[in-house]
Structures are given as structure tokens and as C-alpha cells.
T-cell receptor, first 115, second 113 residues
Framework: AQSVTQPDIHITVSEGASLELRCNYS??????LFWYVQSPGQGLQLLLK??????LVQGIKGFEAEFKRSQSSFNLRKPSVHWSDAAEYFC?????????????FGQGTTLQVKP | NAGVMQNPRHLVRRRGQEARLRCSPM?????VYWYRQLPEEGLKFMVY????????ESGMPKERFSAEFPKEGPSILRIQQVVRGDSAAYFC???????????FGEGSRLTVL
């Protein structure tokens, strides 16, 4: 069955520290992969996406993610976290044939940033 | 350049009433998606529409829920005879073509008393 797993429900890091949020997916075909961020009471904003090509993708706000087919993973990283990065982060996989707007989301990882 | 506009932002209904949620996609976007976020859960796909057509409604509950995207005006998600389990945040997203790059609205939060 198609699914997305984000193993970490909550993560706390100190400001300036590096960050890695984990995402594993289960999907039979070549996946379209996304990371979104959601601030409290707000909608989702796209951080980055992977469709094909270079497996290391750069996104907005200094985030990057690496697609590893052998591990079915698409982990999100940032070398130095800012207090404004505190939010909820969602990994998603596009599952619709010819319609990649149909996404399966993980349950999200809440990031807390300590001063 | 306005983003995806959803209204109302907050809606309170009593059990058995109807809820109507509206979504105006970004200018130039002809594809609209509705997602539901239940408490402590991620977003779940409900329905995908293009102008005047429902393309994929595989995530819609079989009863009480309907969606439309008319030729003129916003997309509407309609929930009839609401129950407490319908309490959730409903997000609309649009895309210019079916690329998977979705632009989300801020959501409509439905509370059923």
C-alpha cells in the first residue's frame, strides 16, 4: 500500500544547530516527492520537490532534501536552524497517474527551536 | 497576486446542519484540490476538480459530502447533516496544471457542536 512515514513526531533543536527530518515512503513507481511546511493556523507552503534528475534538491529558506531510492527515503536537512523555522513539516508523495496533485502526506513532524 | 482564498476561515455548526466551504484558486489556476486535516493527523486527499468537472473523488466520503467547481465562481465543498466527526481543517489547493506543485489556502476550520 502507498504510504508516507515520518518517524519523528516532535523534534527539538537549538538555534544554529543542524536539522534532519526523516521521511520514508512506500510507492511502487518512481515517486514525486515533496516537503511542505505549515505554521500554526496557516496553510502549507512548498519547501521543495523531487520529480527526477539530481537526487539532491535545493529548496527555499535554506532547506535541501536527498532522494535515496535504495532506502525509500527523502530526508529534509538544514545546516543551521533559525528560530523562525519552528513549524510543522510534512513529507508527501504524489500518487495520481498524470495527476501529481493527489498526494499522500505523512503525519508531520513538529519542530521546536530552542534559543 | 492573491493566493488561494478560502472562506470562511472558521465555521461553527450544530449537528445536522449544513456546512459550505468556498475556495477561490490562484489567478490562472484551473485545478483545485480539497484536503482534510483531522486533529493529530496529516492531510488526506478528498477530491480533485477542474472547471465544471470532478476528476477524482476517491477520497470523498460516500455520503453527505459533495464538491463542485463551476464555470464561474469559487469551488465549494458542501457537507450535509454534519456530525462531530466532521470537525477538521479543510484545505483547498490549486495548481496551474497537474504538476503536483500545489498552492494551499489557509484552510477553513469547521467545528461541529
Amino acid at each position: 500500500a502507498q504510504s508516507v512515514t515520518q518517524p519523528d513526531i516532535h523534534i527539538t533543536v537549538s538555534e544554529g544547530a543542524s536539522l534532519e527530518l526523516r521521511c520514508n515512503y512506500s510507492y511502487g513507481a518512481t515517486p514525486y516527492l515533496f516537503w511542505y511546511v505549515q505554521s500554526p493556523g496557516q496553510g502549507l507552503q512548498l519547501l521543495l520537490k523531487y520529480f527526477s534528475g539530481d537526487t539532491l534538491v535545493q529548496g527555499i529558506k535554506g532547506f535541501e532534501a536527498e532522494f535515496k531510492r535504495s532506502q525509500s527515503s527523502f530526508n529534509l536537512r538544514k545546516p543551521s536552524v533559525h528560530w523562525s523555522d519552528a513549524a510543522e513539516y510534512f513529507c508527501a508523495v504524489g500518487i495520481g497517474a498524470g495527476n501529481t496533485g493527489k498526494l499522500i502526506f505523512g503525519q508531520g513532524t513538529t519542530l521546536q527551536v530552542k534559543p | 497576486n492573491a493566493g488561494v482564498m478560502q472562506n470562511p476561515r472558521h465555521l461553527v455548526r450544530r449537528r445536522g446542519q449544513e456546512a459550505r466551504l468556498r475556495c477561490s484558486p490562484m489567478k490562472g489556476h484551473s485545478h483545485v484540490y480539497w484536503y482534510r486535516q483531522l486533529p493529530e493527523e496529516g492531510l488526506k486527499f478528498m477530491v480533485y476538480l477542474q472547471k465544471e468537472n470532478i476528476i477524482d473523488e476517491s477520497g470523498m466520503p460516500k455520503e453527505r459530502f459533495s464538491a463542485e467547481f463551476p464555470k464561474e465562481g469559487p469551488s465549494i465543498l458542501r457537507i450535509q447533516q454534519v456530525v462531530r466527526g466532521d470537525s477538521a481543517a479543510y484545505f483547498c489547493a490549486s495548481s496551474p496544471i497537474s504538476t503536483g506543485e500545489l498552492f494551499f489556502g489557509e484552510g477553513s476550520r469547521l467545528t461541529v457542536l
